[in-house]
Nanobody, 124 residues
């Protein structure tokens, strides 16, 4: 059983930056592909980014390409999401998730473990 705890959310003005962290415990972190999702009020949970086991491959949803960077530190059992040039439409609860099987990266159903989420609010 893997526990995931996100941190780093908050309120920021448009154009600002935040770095989200997700600390994992209770499992073999290096065995999980890690993803970030977000959910805005009234909307479905949306894929944001995904990183491979060794951090060699990353995927991003088009609206965040060039602004967000996903990374992981396997020694610290932590995955990060660096968010730059934030926009009001980035406002959402951000969740990290762990996928043990390498299933389609954009599908929330591929991920077995989820954190509780951290709120990101971008003001205009």
């Amino acid at each position: 059983q893997v526990q995931l705890v996100e941190s780093g959310g908050g309120l920021v003005q448009a154009g600002g930056s935040l770095r989200l962290s997700c600390a994992a415990s209770g499992g073999t972190f290096i065995g999980y592909r890690m993803g970030w999702f977000r959910q805005a009020p009234g909307k479905e949970r949306e894929f944001v980014a995904r990183i491979s086991l060794s951090a060699g491959i990353a995927y991003y949803v088009d609206p965040v390409k060039g602004r967000f960077t996903i990374s992981r530190d396997n020694a610290k059992n932590t995955v990060y999401l660096q968010m730059n040039s934030l926009k009001p439409e980035d406002t959402a609860v951000y969740y990290c998730a762990a996928d043990p099987s390498g299933s389609p990266y954009f599908n929330p159903k591929s991920y077995k473990y989820w954190g509780q989420g951290t709120q990101v609010t971008v003001s205009s």
